[in-house]
């Protein structure tokens, strides 16, 4: 399982370096704690392993990515591993990982790479043993910020992946 793993994370394509098209490149998960500039400390304040009621704390699971980045952080494991449980215990659950992103860069950028954040979950989410049929993503790019307003204390909570119940 983890040889297939690894092939299949070696055998995505690296796409974008121009803002017209998709941004893609391998999947990984930091094994070490990642290096997170000081301005970024606001994420230190969010939930992150409160018991998970499924369905109803779903949208508590959101996963918080670096700039410029959809590479899942070590900070985001606690919360992706209540959503495996979850979908470990109701095996009908299905649901939608939305993609969303920072105000800087172009809107066609920003949903390319909401879109591979989104993606990235899924991949991570699978590789777990979720079926591939059970989660669904899109991308919202910058246009549904959590939170108004610019500067790194604002741009680091917009730049996220949420979850959706889609049916139990």
């Not at 704690?33 to 998970?52: G, I, K, R, Y």
């Not at 989660?135 to 500067?151: D, H, K, Y």
Request: proline residues 3%; aromatic residues 6%.
């Amino acid at each position: 399982m983890k040889i297939l793993s690894l092939l299949a994370l070696l055998g995505l394509v690296v796409f974008g370096c121009e803002q017209d098209k998709k941004l893609k490149e391998p999947i990984e998960v930091s094994t070490s704690a990642p290096e997170m500039p000081a301005q970024t400390d606001v994420l230190a304040e969010l939930p992150t392993t409160t018991s998970l009621g499924c369905s109803s704390e779903l949208a508590q699971r959101t996963v918080y990515f670096d700039f410029d980045k959809f590479h899942i952080r070590n900070d985001a494991l606690a919360n992706l591993e209540e959503i495996i449980n979850c979908m470990r215990d109701n095996n009908t659950m299905t649901i939608k990982a939305v993609g969303h992103c920072d105000e800087r860069g172009t809107e066609e950028y920003n949903l390319a790479l909401g879109s591979n954040r989104a993606e990235a979950v899924k991949d991570y989410l699978r590789n777990q043993g979720v079926a591939d049929d059970r989660i669904t993503t899109t991308s919202r790019g910058e246009l549904e910020p959590a939170v108004e307003g610019q500067g790194e204390s604002a741009w680091a909570l917009n730049r996220r992946v949420e979850f959706i119940l889609v049916s139990e």
